[in-house]
């Protein structure tokens, strides 16, 4: 290795995200990577072909999978053939390998919003007037639809889950680097989920986020745990997003920011193996 590790930084920078301004997060961090690593950054179109070269792969705000299936495929099987380390690592149990773990994560009884893979598994959800559809291969809300409960015979079950529509008071994150807690955010109205304000999780809170940090056995790297708070005060887990989640560094203190900075290096330091 170089004296600074060289890091290919993966991002949508142009990326259309709603309520998010990916360009903005990752040119602040990548300009605070460079104090410790040499940094590239790059689209994930190109990932592939300027893979050679570097120590690792950093994949950030890279956009939904489903918009650039072959070049995601394409930058994974390189970086495998060259030995080019992916952060986060490429064996994430989440969002990353598709959204059908929270079928798994029902089965297993765990918090988390109660969820049908096929008909035979609708006994199981509760009863509700109206129902989500969402694609397992899912992101970013793409392909979500709600249908009313009269209409799930309907379903194709195609690549699709099934889930009871929540009654909620609010959505919040916990950001984790490795398994150590950074920060949580949320949305106080859930008719503006993108709105978002620093949440000051309690111990209960972070426990049940980390146990979700812990199922996925990622030794490295950042995750973000997506929550909803039900009227009744119990948390559920909406996703378990370990590929590329947004931050949301520029709705919490600058003391926060440079924490997670910090905690970020750290964690490329120990995975690179430095």
Not at 81 to 86: I, K, T
Not at 242 to 252: H, I
Request: aromatic share 10%.
């Amino acid at each position: 290795m170089s004296a600074r590790p060289r890091l290919l930084y993966v991002s949508d920078l142009l990326y259309p995200a709603r309520g998010r301004r990916y360009g903005d997060e990752d040119m602040a961090l990548t300009a605070a990577l460079r104090d410790e690593f040499a940094v590239a950054l790059c689209p994930p179109g190109d990932a592939a072909a300027l893979l050679d070269g570097f120590d690792a792969v950093v994949v950030r705000n890279s956009g939904p999978v489903l918009h650039h299936r072959d070049a995601y495929d394409a930058y994974r099987s390189r970086a495998v053939e060259l030995g080019v380390p992916v952060y986060n690592p490429l064996t994430g149990r989440g969002d990353m390998a598709g959204k059908g773990y929270l079928t798994e994560l029902t089965a297993a009884g765990l918090p988390v919003i109660p969820t049908a893979a096929g008909p035979e598994d609708l006994g199981a959800l509760p009863d509700s007037a109206w129902y989500a559809v969402k694609p397992v291969a899912g992101a970013d809300s793409i392909g979500l639809e709600f249908r009313p409960a009269e209409r799930l015979g309907e379903v194709a079950w195609d690549g699709v889950l099934v889930q009871p529509r929540i009654d909620f008071r609010y959505e919040v994150s916990f950001v984790f680097v490795d398994d150590a807690f950074q920060y949580a955010v949320y949305a106080p109205d859930p008719e503006r989920r993108w709105e978002l304000e620093p949440y000051r999780a309690s111990a209960a809170d972070v426990e049940f986020a980390r146990r979700f940090v812990a199922w996925n056995t990622l030794e490295h790297g950042v995750q973000r745990v997506d929550a909803c708070r039900t009227r009744d005060g119990r948390l559920l887990l909406v996703e378990l997003e370990d590929l590329n989640p947004y931050l949301s560094l520029d709705r919490v203190d600058p003391a926060v920011r440079e924490r997670f900075t910090a905690a970020l290096k750290g964690s490329l330091h120990r995975y690179l193996g430095r």
